[in-house]
Protein backbone atom coordinates (compact mmCIF):
# COMPACT_ATOMS: atom_id res chain seq x y z
CA UNK A 1 0.00 0.00 0.00
CA UNK A 2 1.14 3.62 -1.26
CA UNK A 3 2.01 5.89 1.64
CA UNK A 4 0.78 9.32 1.25
CA UNK A 5 1.46 12.26 2.75
CA UNK A 6 0.89 16.17 1.98
CA UNK A 7 3.68 18.07 -0.23
CA UNK A 8 5.14 20.94 1.09
CA UNK A 9 3.35 23.93 -0.02
CA UNK A 10 5.54 27.05 -1.10
CA UNK A 11 5.57 30.22 0.73
CA UNK A 12 4.75 32.82 -1.72
CA UNK A 13 1.29 30.68 -2.80
CA UNK A 14 -1.50 33.13 -2.34
CA UNK A 15 1.17 35.55 -1.07
CA UNK A 16 0.84 39.06 -3.33
CA UNK A 17 3.13 40.80 -4.25
CA UNK A 18 1.68 44.32 -3.20
CA UNK A 19 1.84 46.05 -0.07
CA UNK A 20 -1.41 47.20 1.09
CA UNK A 21 -0.32 49.86 3.97
CA UNK A 22 2.04 51.18 0.63
CA UNK A 23 -1.03 50.87 -1.86
CA UNK A 24 -3.14 52.36 0.51
CA UNK A 25 -0.75 55.42 1.34
CA UNK A 26 -0.57 55.84 -2.73
CA UNK A 27 -4.39 56.14 -2.87
CA UNK A 28 -4.97 58.59 -0.22
CA UNK A 29 -2.06 60.64 -1.63
CA UNK A 30 -3.57 60.59 -4.85
CA UNK A 31 -7.14 61.46 -3.51
CA UNK A 32 -5.46 64.53 -0.98
CA UNK A 33 -3.83 65.73 -4.53
CA UNK A 34 -6.85 65.38 -6.40
CA UNK A 35 -8.92 67.28 -3.27
CA UNK A 36 -6.57 69.64 -3.33
CA UNK A 37 -6.82 70.50 -7.38
CA UNK A 38 -10.40 71.05 -6.76
CA UNK A 39 -10.26 72.95 -4.11
CA UNK A 40 -7.40 75.40 -5.68
CA UNK A 41 -9.88 75.73 -8.70
CA UNK A 42 -12.92 76.33 -6.91
CA UNK A 43 -11.17 78.85 -4.83
CA UNK A 44 -9.35 80.79 -7.64
CA UNK A 45 -12.30 80.23 -9.91
CA UNK A 46 -14.60 82.11 -7.52
CA UNK A 47 -12.11 84.76 -6.98
CA UNK A 48 -11.80 85.78 -10.70
CA UNK A 49 -15.93 85.53 -11.01
CA UNK A 50 -16.73 87.21 -7.68
CA UNK A 51 -16.05 90.66 -8.90
CA UNK A 52 -18.18 90.07 -12.05
CA UNK A 53 -21.14 90.17 -9.90
CA UNK A 54 -23.22 93.38 -10.19
CA UNK A 55 -22.91 95.30 -7.19
CA UNK A 56 -26.73 95.61 -6.82
CA UNK A 57 -26.62 92.01 -5.90
CA UNK A 58 -23.95 92.11 -3.39
CA UNK A 59 -25.63 95.20 -1.55
CA UNK A 60 -28.89 92.89 -1.20
CA UNK A 61 -26.76 89.99 -0.02
CA UNK A 62 -24.98 92.02 2.42
CA UNK A 63 -28.02 93.73 3.73
CA UNK A 64 -28.85 90.04 5.43
CA UNK A 65 -25.64 89.66 6.02
CA UNK A 66 -25.34 92.43 8.56
CA UNK A 67 -28.56 91.61 10.35
CA UNK A 68 -26.90 88.08 11.33
CA UNK A 69 -22.95 90.02 12.74
CA UNK A 70 -22.61 91.32 15.90
CA UNK A 71 -20.06 93.66 15.32
CA UNK A 72 -22.71 96.53 14.56
CA UNK A 73 -24.82 95.78 17.26
CA UNK A 74 -21.98 97.40 19.73
CA UNK A 75 -23.03 100.48 21.36
CA UNK A 76 -20.82 102.49 23.86
CA UNK A 77 -21.66 102.96 27.00
CA UNK A 78 -22.38 106.18 27.44
CA UNK A 79 -25.67 107.08 25.38
CA UNK A 80 -24.45 109.32 22.61
CA UNK A 81 -27.14 108.39 20.03
CA UNK A 82 -27.85 111.72 18.75
CA UNK A 83 -24.29 112.48 18.59
CA UNK A 84 -23.45 109.83 16.68
CA UNK A 85 -26.67 110.53 14.30
CA UNK A 86 -24.57 113.32 13.06
CA UNK A 87 -21.05 112.44 13.24
CA UNK A 88 -22.45 109.55 11.10
CA UNK A 89 -24.20 112.13 8.70
CA UNK A 90 -20.67 114.28 8.42
CA UNK A 91 -19.00 111.10 7.66
CA UNK A 92 -20.98 110.02 5.17
CA UNK A 93 -20.55 113.14 2.98
CA UNK A 94 -17.16 112.85 3.37
CA UNK A 95 -17.21 109.42 1.94
CA UNK A 96 -19.40 110.52 -1.04
CA UNK A 97 -16.81 113.73 -1.62
CA UNK A 98 -14.31 110.98 -1.93
CA UNK A 99 -16.42 108.56 -4.21
CA UNK A 100 -16.80 111.08 -6.55
CA UNK A 101 -12.96 112.05 -6.58
CA UNK A 102 -12.38 108.25 -6.88
CA UNK A 103 -15.13 108.08 -9.53
CA UNK A 104 -16.86 105.18 -8.05
CA UNK A 105 -19.50 103.64 -10.60
CA UNK A 106 -23.03 105.15 -9.99
CA UNK A 107 -24.37 102.12 -8.48
CA UNK A 108 -21.41 101.91 -5.96
CA UNK A 109 -22.91 103.49 -3.21
CA UNK A 110 -20.71 103.69 0.18
CA UNK A 111 -22.23 103.42 3.73
CA UNK A 112 -20.45 104.49 6.67
CA UNK A 113 -21.02 102.75 10.05
CA UNK A 114 -19.51 102.86 13.95
CA UNK A 115 -18.64 99.60 15.44
CA UNK A 116 -17.41 98.98 18.83
CA UNK A 117 -14.40 97.50 20.17
CA UNK A 118 -11.62 98.88 22.47
CA UNK A 119 -8.78 98.67 19.55
CA UNK A 120 -8.48 101.39 16.54
CA UNK A 121 -10.02 100.00 13.55
CA UNK A 122 -11.09 100.02 9.94
CA UNK A 123 -12.39 97.73 7.43
CA UNK A 124 -14.80 97.36 4.29
CA UNK A 125 -16.81 94.74 3.53
CA UNK A 126 -19.43 93.43 1.20
CA UNK A 127 -22.47 96.40 -0.28
CA UNK A 128 -20.20 99.78 0.00
CA UNK A 129 -20.09 99.25 3.64
CA UNK A 130 -17.06 101.15 5.56
CA UNK A 131 -16.72 100.45 9.13
CA UNK A 132 -15.06 102.59 11.65
CA UNK A 133 -14.13 102.17 15.32
CA UNK A 134 -14.81 104.20 17.63
CA UNK A 135 -11.25 103.89 19.42
CA UNK A 136 -10.02 104.80 15.67
CA UNK A 137 -12.28 107.88 15.78
CA UNK A 138 -10.82 108.55 19.12
CA UNK A 139 -7.39 108.56 18.26
CA UNK A 140 -7.43 110.48 15.03
CA UNK A 141 -7.38 114.11 14.68
CA UNK A 142 -7.38 115.83 11.59
CA UNK A 143 -9.48 115.67 8.79
CA UNK A 144 -6.53 114.61 6.47
CA UNK A 145 -5.72 111.64 9.12
CA UNK A 146 -9.23 110.18 8.52
CA UNK A 147 -9.98 111.08 4.74
CA UNK A 148 -7.04 108.60 4.17
CA UNK A 149 -8.61 105.79 6.16
CA UNK A 150 -12.10 106.13 4.99
CA UNK A 151 -10.40 106.70 1.30
CA UNK A 152 -8.36 103.88 1.54
CA UNK A 153 -11.31 101.57 2.66
CA UNK A 154 -13.82 103.13 -0.46
CA UNK A 155 -10.49 102.19 -2.56
CA UNK A 156 -11.02 98.01 -1.50
CA UNK A 157 -14.78 98.16 -2.43
CA UNK A 158 -14.08 100.08 -5.68
CA UNK A 159 -11.52 97.44 -6.36
CA UNK A 160 -13.70 95.09 -5.25
CA UNK A 161 -11.44 92.88 -3.11
CA UNK A 162 -13.89 91.89 -0.24
CA UNK A 163 -16.11 89.85 -2.81
CA UNK A 164 -12.85 88.86 -4.42
CA UNK A 165 -11.83 87.47 -0.89
CA UNK A 166 -15.31 86.35 0.39
CA UNK A 167 -15.76 84.71 -2.68
CA UNK A 168 -12.92 82.69 -2.53
CA UNK A 169 -13.32 81.44 1.25
CA UNK A 170 -17.02 80.87 1.04
CA UNK A 171 -16.85 78.64 -2.38
CA UNK A 172 -14.13 76.32 -0.42
CA UNK A 173 -16.16 76.18 2.37
CA UNK A 174 -19.64 74.94 0.55
CA UNK A 175 -17.29 72.32 -1.39
CA UNK A 176 -15.98 71.20 1.79
CA UNK A 177 -19.53 70.97 3.06
CA UNK A 178 -20.89 68.80 0.05
CA UNK A 179 -17.53 66.78 0.84
CA UNK A 180 -17.83 65.96 4.41
CA UNK A 181 -21.66 66.03 4.17
CA UNK A 182 -22.29 68.53 6.36
CA UNK A 183 -24.43 71.11 4.10
CA UNK A 184 -25.49 73.20 7.13
CA UNK A 185 -26.63 76.53 5.08
CA UNK A 186 -27.33 78.24 8.64
CA UNK A 187 -23.66 77.35 9.88
CA UNK A 188 -21.89 78.89 6.47
CA UNK A 189 -24.41 81.77 6.57
CA UNK A 190 -23.08 82.90 10.27
CA UNK A 191 -19.34 82.01 9.03
CA UNK A 192 -20.28 84.32 6.53
CA UNK A 193 -21.52 87.01 8.39
CA UNK A 194 -18.67 86.96 11.01
CA UNK A 195 -16.29 87.36 8.15
CA UNK A 196 -16.75 91.60 7.81
CA UNK A 197 -13.01 91.96 8.71
CA UNK A 198 -11.72 91.20 5.62
CA UNK A 199 -7.65 90.42 4.91
CA UNK A 200 -6.30 91.77 1.66
CA UNK A 201 -3.14 90.91 -0.03
CA UNK A 202 0.41 93.21 0.08
CA UNK A 203 -0.82 93.76 -3.67
CA UNK A 204 -4.42 94.82 -3.10
CA UNK A 205 -3.24 97.05 -0.10
CA UNK A 206 -0.65 99.00 -2.01
CA UNK A 207 -3.11 99.53 -4.95
CA UNK A 208 -5.36 101.06 -2.04
CA UNK A 209 -3.29 103.17 -0.63
CA UNK A 210 -2.40 104.33 -4.12
CA UNK A 211 -5.93 105.37 -4.76
CA UNK A 212 -6.56 107.10 -1.68
CA UNK A 213 -3.84 109.25 -1.95
CA UNK A 214 -4.73 110.04 -5.68
CA UNK A 215 -8.28 110.78 -4.22
CA UNK A 216 -7.15 113.09 -1.35
CA UNK A 217 -5.39 115.36 -3.67
CA UNK A 218 -8.15 115.57 -6.27
CA UNK A 219 -9.97 116.06 -2.83
CA UNK A 220 -7.97 118.51 -1.21
CA UNK A 221 -5.17 119.38 -3.12
CA UNK A 222 -2.57 117.76 -1.95
CA UNK A 223 -2.20 114.34 0.30
CA UNK A 224 -0.27 115.78 2.90
CA UNK A 225 -1.59 114.23 6.42
CA UNK A 226 -2.31 111.19 5.01
CA UNK A 227 0.02 109.41 7.19
CA UNK A 228 -1.40 110.65 10.75
CA UNK A 229 -2.93 107.28 11.58
CA UNK A 230 -0.33 105.11 10.15
CA UNK A 231 2.25 106.60 12.31
CA UNK A 232 -0.10 106.16 15.59
CA UNK A 233 -0.58 102.87 14.73
CA UNK A 234 2.90 102.37 14.37
CA UNK A 235 3.67 104.00 17.28
CA UNK A 236 1.57 102.02 18.98
CA UNK A 237 3.03 98.76 17.63
CA UNK A 238 6.32 99.23 19.04
CA UNK A 239 5.20 99.86 22.27
CA UNK A 240 2.85 96.83 22.82
CA UNK A 241 4.16 93.32 22.81
CA UNK A 242 1.05 92.27 20.57
CA UNK A 243 -0.01 93.88 17.41
CA UNK A 244 -3.42 96.16 17.30
CA UNK A 245 -6.40 94.66 15.71
CA UNK A 246 -5.37 96.51 12.48
CA UNK A 247 -2.36 94.76 11.54
CA UNK A 248 -4.37 91.66 10.81
CA UNK A 249 -6.17 93.25 8.44
CA UNK A 250 -3.73 95.80 7.06
CA UNK A 251 -0.08 94.83 7.08
CA UNK A 252 1.64 98.10 7.46
CA UNK A 253 5.54 97.84 6.93
CA UNK A 254 7.27 100.84 7.06
CA UNK A 255 8.09 100.70 3.53
CA UNK A 256 4.00 101.14 3.35
CA UNK A 257 4.65 104.22 5.22
CA UNK A 258 7.18 105.79 3.13
CA UNK A 259 5.02 105.45 -0.03
CA UNK A 260 2.91 107.71 1.21
CA UNK A 261 5.00 110.27 2.71
CA UNK A 262 6.76 110.22 -0.62
CA UNK A 263 3.38 111.60 -2.13
CA UNK A 264 3.48 114.79 -0.25
CA UNK A 265 4.48 117.97 -1.60
CA UNK A 266 7.47 119.95 -0.47
CA UNK A 267 5.88 122.59 0.62
CA UNK A 268 4.47 122.87 3.79
CA UNK A 269 0.53 122.64 3.80
CA UNK A 270 -1.97 123.62 6.56
CA UNK A 271 -4.08 120.79 7.83
CA UNK A 272 -7.61 120.53 8.25
CA UNK A 273 -9.14 119.59 11.74
CA UNK A 274 -11.75 116.93 12.81
CA UNK A 275 -15.07 118.49 12.22
CA UNK A 276 -17.08 119.94 15.20
CA UNK A 277 -19.71 117.44 14.68
CA UNK A 278 -16.92 114.23 15.03
CA UNK A 279 -14.76 116.50 17.95
CA UNK A 280 -18.65 116.64 19.92
CA UNK A 281 -18.82 112.78 19.78
CA UNK A 282 -15.03 112.26 20.73
CA UNK A 283 -15.82 114.04 23.95
CA UNK A 284 -19.21 112.74 24.51
CA UNK A 285 -17.84 108.83 24.16
CA UNK A 286 -16.41 107.42 27.74
CA UNK A 287 -13.03 105.87 27.27
CA UNK A 288 -13.85 101.95 27.42
CA UNK A 289 -16.74 100.46 25.59
CA UNK A 290 -19.60 97.46 26.63
CA UNK A 291 -20.42 95.01 24.04
CA UNK A 292 -23.84 95.39 24.75
Not at 103 to 127: C, K, Y
Not at 134 to 156: C, D, F, P, Q, S
Request: charged share 20%.
Amino acid sequence: MTEYSNPEVPHEVNVGKSRPILDFLRLLSGLCLVLAAVVSLVYFGARFFAPKIPFRYEGAFNESLLKGSHLFGKHPAFLCAAEEKIALQTLQSMAEGLSVAMDLPEEMNIHVRFFGGRDPNAFATLGGNVAISRALLKNIHTENGLAMVLAHEIAHIRHRDPIVSLGGGAAVALLLSAFTGNADGGLLAAWVADSTRMSFSRAQEDKADSAALAALKTYYGYSNGADEFFVYIIKKRSETPSLPVFFGTHPMPEARLQAILSSFDSVSRPLKPLPDELLRLKSCWPGTWTDD
